[in-house]
T-cell receptor, first 114, second 112 residues
C-alpha cells in the first residue's frame, strides 16, 4: 500500500528486554516523526527526522530510547532495557516536506512490557 | 507554554445531527491548527487545518472555526454519521517542521 507501515503491530516484551520498532514511511516523504501514545491520552512527540538527520529528539524520555533513519527512508525506534512504563502505542508519521501540515500516521505498534 | 486542551471529553449525538467539538489553546504563536481523527486501533488521520490568519475554513462536511481573541477552536461536522465515531484531537504546529502537540481528545459517539 501507499500508507505508512509499522511493524510489528503488537509486541510483548519482558521487563529488561530490548525491542526494535520499525517504520516504513510513504516513499519520498522528507519528514518522519515518532510519537508515544499512552492509553486514553493523546500522542506525545518523541523525535523528528528530516531525511536521515535527527533534528529534534527532545521528546525521548530517557537514554534508553534511540531512533535512527540511516538512509532517509525506513526508521527504527529502539528501546533498551524496557520497563513497564514504556508500555504504550508507538506511532510513526511522515509528511512530504518540512513544515507540511498534513502528516500521515501508521497504525502504530502496541508495546506491552510484562 | 504550549498546551492544547479540550472542553468536553465525550460527545454523543444521533445520526444526522450536527456535531461541534471544542478546543482551547494557550500558545498564541502557533502558525496553524489541525484537527485529527483517530478510530480505534488506528493512527490519527488528518481532517482539516486552519492558518492562524484565518477565522474559518470549510471542507467536506466539516468546518473549523478559529477565534483568536478567546483562543478557541471548534470543529463542526454536518450530518454526523456512525463512521464519524472516533476520538478527535485538536493540535497545533509550533515549529517550522510540523511537530504536533496533541490534547487529550474528545470521544465522539454517533448513535444510529
Amino acid at each position: 500500500g501507499a500508507g505508512v507501515s509499522q511493524s510489528p503491530r503488537y509486541k510483548v516484551a519482558k521487563r529488561g528486554q530490548d525491542v526494535a520498532l520499525r517504520c516504513d514511511p510513504i516513499s519520498g516523504h522528507v519528514s518522519l516523526f515518532w510519537y508515544q501514545q499512552a492509553l486514553g491520552q493523546g500522542p506525545e512527540f518523541l523525535t523528528y527526522f528530516q531525511n536521515e538527520a535527527q533534528l529534534d529528539k527532545s521528546g525521548l524520555p530517557s537514554d534508553r530510547f534511540f531512533a535512527e533513519r540511516p538512509e532517509g527512508s525506513v526508521s527504527t525506534l529502539k528501546i533498551q532495557r524496557t520497563q513497564q512504563e514504556d508500555s504504550a502505542v508507538y506511532l510513526c508519521a511522515s509528511s512530504i516536506y518540512r513544515a507540511n501540515t498534513e502528516a500521515f500516521f501508521g497504525q502504530g505498534t502496541r508495546l506491552t512490557v510484562v | 507554554g504550549e498546551s492544547v486542551g479540550l472542553h468536553l471529553p465525550t460527545l454523543s449525538v444521533q445520526e444526522g445531527d450536527n456535531s461541534i467539538i471544542n478546543c482551547a489553546y494557550s500558545n498564541s504563536a502557533s502558525d496553524y491548527f489541525i484537527w485529527y481523527k483517530q478510530e480505534s486501533g488506528k493512527g490519527p488521520q488528518f481532517i482539516i487545518d486552519i492558518r492562524s490568519n484565518m477565522d474559518k475554513r470549510q471542507g467536506q462536511r466539516v468546518t473549523v472555526l478559529l477565534n483568536k481573541t478567546v483562543k478557541h477552536l471548534s470543529l463542526q461536522i454536518a450530518a454526523t454519521q456512525p463512521g464519524d465515531s472516533a476520538v478527535y484531537f485538536c493540535t497545533h504546529g509550533g515549529t517550522s517542521y510540523g511537530k504536533l502537540t496533541f490534547g487529550q481528545g474528545t470521544i465522539l459517539t454517533v448513535h444510529p
